[in-house]
């Protein structure tokens, strides 16, 4: 069974930045595009970032310029840079690939206020 943990979360105040990872357990990295959803409160959950096996990245609008995905493949491992962080930006931090075929970890908190 596939494991998907997330961690790197916690409190920031505006303006901070934090560095969020995610590790696999076995190698299902290979070929796979992954990629980082959250959800806020009593929001949906949303699609943030995504970074294929050659490297592309995709980001949704309200993150493009302030996060920056990447991966390592030999580590089993996705990481997503966060900086210049808001308010808005708290949310619980998932990662999965992109079409969401593993099993959900628990994801990582990130709260965002001054």
């Known amino acids: 069974q596939v494991q998907l943990v997330e961690s790197g979360g916690g409190l920031v105040q505006p303006g901070g930045s934090l560095r969020l990872s995610c590790a696999a357990s076995?190698?299902?990295?290979?070929?796979?595009?992954m990629g980082w959803y959250r959800r806020a409160p009593e929001n949906q959950r949303e699609l943030v970032a995504i970074?294929?096996?050659?490297?592309?990245?995709y980001y949704a609008d309200s993150v493009k310029g302030r996060f920056t995905v990447s991966r390592d493949d030999a580590k089993n491992t996705v990481y997503l840079q966060m900086n210049s962080l808001k308010p808005e930006d708290t949310a619980v931090y998932y990662c999965?690939?992109?079409?969401?075929?593993?099993?959900w970890g628990q994801g990582t908190q990130v709260t965002v206020s001054s």
């Open positions: 999965n690939s992109r079409n969401q075929v593993f099993p």
């Open positions: 076995g190698n299902i990295f290979n070929r796979v595009p």
């Open positions: 970074v294929t096996s050659d490297g592309s990245t």
